[in-house]
């Protein structure tokens, strides 16, 4: 069995559009203290998506407050 080696690189396009549409989060916690004198506290939550994948998944985790819209 021979072995291939495949050169598959991605382009910036297709990466950013991976990214967008599964999306990446990222958590953030930071604490800086000085003889159990905290100085600095930092905490972040950062999602990049799309808004469509945005909204499918916090749908399915009830963030979204849906208005009835009625049917045309």
Do not use: C, F, H
């Amino acid at each position: 069995m021979a072995v291939e080696k495949v050169n598959s690189s991605s382009s910036l396009a297709e990466v950013i559009d991976r990214i967008l549409d599964k999306g990446v989060v990222i958590d953030l916690w930071a604490r800086v203290s000085l003889v159990g004198i905290e100085l600095l506290a930092v905490e972040a939550r950062v999602v990049i998506a799309s808004v469509e994948t945005y909204l499918k998944y916090a749908e399915a985790v009830g963030l979204t407050a849906q208005a009835a819209v009625p049917a045309a």
